[in-house]
């Protein structure tokens, strides 16, 4: 069977991705695709999705949806919860790490994303329709449907169909988190617009995230990065990706984000490298982060060690029922009439 949900208030910055658009950059079209990939797949793993299937992004509060279609299986990943109201008049809470079954008119109330970054995946994707090759939504560059331009009251986010045959939902005993410590960075490549010293400054120093964010890039506060030289601000425009960190005129570093341009023209001192992406989507404004400088081999086992980690999180989900849910088939193997031997009228 397939559900329909239908937006009765979209929240703030709640979209729709999947792993992103690749392929596309020499169009000028950006990867965009999920912030924290592996908090998002985390999502698809408690309902048995593909990892790749899309799920609504949550950077805000306020999000409110209701089933018009159903049922729909849900589950959240993140530091969120969600109210559902059903419509027997019952009320339940959703907590992260947890699946729920919701029927035909039932509203699911979302809450604040306390980290910056969660996600709410449904059984069998949300199949808006993909334009490029993903159903990633990116408003700047007007695609068709709800990909090019934000949720609305209204709206109706078709999912893929599955099957209700098992009353038991999923969850996970232990969240998945990203790690901790200093963002790792390989330097350049034009950290030869910079003095050792400038190198060693952003290095050392705490950099406060600001409230100029979104999902194109994250603009960070601390003592301003001198350039060698005036003229050095600038670059010929050449490609950039996510995790490059620019360093404009006024010595305050930009940290490009999944929707950030695929050229520009300031100088990248330094970029962020895969394994530590994913933190990035949790940098609130006024919380503070450190960057340290690695080499490519790091880098690469940085990646591979965050990928054997992930795979080992996935051991850990299990199956549970639900309070007041009967277990049919405990039940229909069970003796129910142990030690009666005869019946007479």
Request: aromatic share 4%; with cysteine; glycine share 12%.
């Amino acid at each position: 069977m397939s559900g329909l949900l239908d937006i009765v208030q979209p929240g703030i910055a709640t979209t729709v991705q999947d792993s992103g658009r690749v392929g596309h950059r020499h169009h000028g079209m950006p990867l965009s695709g999920w912030l924290d990939g592996p908090l998002a797949q985390a999502a698809n793993a408690l309902l048995g999705n593909p990892l790749d299937h899309a799920v609504l992004e949550l950077r805000g509060m306020g999000t409110v949806l209701r089933v018009k279609a159903g049922p729909v299986r849900v589950a959240l990943t993140g530091r969120i919860s969600a109210t559902c109201l059903r419509t027997d008049g019952g009320r339940s809470t959703l907590p992260a790490w947890h699946s729920a079954t919701l029927q035909e008119g039932d509203r699911l109330h979302l809450g604040s994303a306390d980290s910056g970054s969660a996600y709410l995946a449904v059984a069998g994707g949300l199949l808006v329709p993909p334009q490029l090759g993903s159903r990633s939504s990116y408003w700047r560059a007007g695609l068709p449907g709800v990909l090019g331009r934000a949720l609305r009251p209204g709206d109706e986010l078709p999912c893929g169909a599955w099957t209700l045959t098992d009353p038991r939902e999923w969850r996970c005993r232990t969240p998945w988190t990203a790690g901790d410590g200093p963002v790792r960075v390989l330097l350049g490549p034009q950290h030869d617009h910079f003095s050792v010293e400038t190198i060693a400054q952003l290095l050392s120093q705490d950099w406060e995230a600001t409230a100029a964010q979104d999902r194109m890039g994250l603009r960070l506060l601390g003592e301003p990065l001198r350039h060698i030289h005036a003229a050095a601000a600038d670059i010929v425009s050449d490609g950039v990706a996510p995790g490059a960190i620019q360093v404009p005129a006024s010595g305050q570093p930009m940290v490009l984000l999944a929707d950030g341009q695929t050229v520009g023209g300031y100088p990248k001192i330094a970029t962020v490298i895969s394994a530590d992406l994913p933190r990035l989507a949790h940098l609130r404004p006024g919380t503070r982060v450190r960057f340290e400088s690695v080499n490519l081999e790091t880098a690469h086992r940085a990646l591979l060690s965050e990928r054997d980690r992930w795979q080992r999180w996935l051991t850990t989900l299990e199956t549970y029922l639900p309070p007041g849910t009967v277990d049919e088939t405990a039940l229909y193997g069970a003796n129910l009439i142990s030690g009666v031997l005869h019946a007479t009228p």
